[in-house]
């Protein structure tokens, strides 16, 4: 570590048991996407406290602006940070101390935690403006569980001067300590999807009368399963799900009406045009092939988030200093779960980090994310506000 990561880090240290009763407080107040009103309050007070102003955004999410005070080496610079502020519609399990006051909500992702260090960082970053040059744009988002938040959050014009943009997540995967910066696809874009079949109705004795909606829907599902295996290579990451079916109104009449939801998952825009379009198409001649009709409905949730190759560097950089190359994974698969940060970085080229936040002396901590016993090592705060503050730093004064 060079002397002002040293004394950024000892600023981070410091403010540790602020942070963890910060991440505290939003897992017991857990609040579902588009609901963070409370959130929203406790991050203004905290904002407050630290003497910066704020605005709203996307009507729960919260955004604040430090410039800092030494002179620019050049033309002044400007990065995006992101948190997340939204929980989950679970019922959490695990009994701890801070555990979720709110009947079926909990942070079973670490958003609480995400929430909690840029808070941290804020602080730190409050108290460290002249250390650095041009400005830092916080934004606390709503909504990520639910594709929602990013895009309102952008098209307010909020992240427009940034030069940067940088994100990161808890993974319970990743073991306490370490970090993961990962150029190119990290995530795969999400795509809802809602197949309508229509058929028509007729008594289950009398089939030939009738076009057996539920059949189509079956034939259907079974189909795209062909899409993955037979019409994508091998070689390409394309998840098709369908996890809702519906079909029929009772036993003995061929049903008139079907409907499947599910989801497809892939990593690369080309990739997900070409599946998209292919479901469409397989939909609508499966069910005409056997008499009936199919329509299709779309939800962009999220594109892929892909991380910038010379944002990824830098950050590299920087976790490479601080924590050691040992603990840092610059390599990994790729997830098909996504994060609509993604449209951050679209925006902005950027990069998105996973903070380890599991420890196997902590079971809980190791858990799925969305399980209902999901935890985090809280030393992982400590990493998370840390290199939210030494990048951003860093990046501002032109060292990385």
């Known amino acids: 570590m060079n002397e002002l990561e040293q004394e950024l880090c000892r600023r981070v240290r410091e403010d540790h048991p602020y942070v963890v009763e910060l991440r505290r407080h939003f897992h017991r107040h857990p609040e579902l996407p588009k609901e963070e009103f409370e959130t929203a309050a406790r991050i ?11 605005r ?56 609480d935690a995400h929430t909690a260090a840029l808070i941290g960082a804020a602080r730190v970053l409050a108290g460290s403006r002249d250390l650095f040059s041009g400005k830092v744009i916080f934004t606390w988002q709503p909504g990520e569980e639910i594709g929602y938040g990013a895009r309102p959050i952008i098209a307010e014009g909020n992240i427009d001067e940034a030069g940067r943009s940088f994100g990161l997540h808890m993974a319970s995967e990743v073991p306490v300590g370490k970090v993961v910066l990962m150029p190119g696809p990290n995530n795969a874009s999400v795509d809802w999807f809602r197949i309508r079949v229509h058929g028509l109705g007729a008594h289950v004795s009398t089939p030939q009368k009738g076009v057996d909606a539920a059949y189509l829907a079956a034939q259907i599902v079974v189909a795209v399963q062909a899409l993955v295996t037979r019409l994508t290579s091998p070689m390409d990451n394309v998840l098709i799900g369908i996890g809702k079916i519906s079909a029929g109104t009772a036993y003995n009449i061929v049903a008139q009406e ?29 069910a005409e092939l056997f008499g009936g009709s199919a329509e299709l409905e779309w939800s962009d949730n999220t594109s892929a988030l892909i ?18 190359t040992e603990n840092v994974i610059t390599r990994r698969l790729p997830a098909l779960g996504g994060d609509d940060f993604a449209e951050y970085i679209l925006r902005v080229p950027g990069v998105y980090a996973y903070i380890g936040s599991g420890n196997p002396k902590k079971p809980d901590t190791q858990v799925a994310h969305h399980n209902s016993r999901f935890d985090i090592d809280e030393d992982a705060l400590t990493v998370a506000t840390a290199l939210h503050v030494c990048y951003t730093v860093e990046y501002l004064n032109g060292l990385v």
């Open 44 to 54: 203004e007070q905290e904002l407050d406290t630290i003497g910066l102003k704020h």
């Open 56 to 111: 709203r955004a996307a009507v729960t999410g919260v955004v604040a602006e430090i410039t800092g005070t030494k002179p620019a080496n050049g033309e002044a610079r400007c990065i995006v940070l992101r948190a997340d502020t939204d929980a989950l519609p679970v019922t959490q399990e695990n009994d701890v101390p801070y555990k979720s006051l709110v009947p079926g909500v909990m942070h079973a992702c670490g958003h």
């Open 258 to 286: 079907a409907e499947l939801e599910g989801t497809i998952r892939v990593l690369t825009p080309d990739l997900r045009r070409k599946t998209k379009a292919k479901l469409e198409a397989l939909a609508k001649q499966t």
């Open 307 to 324: 991380n910038d190759e010379a944002a990824t560097l830098e950050a590299q950089k920087t976790a490479f200093s601080l924590f050691g």
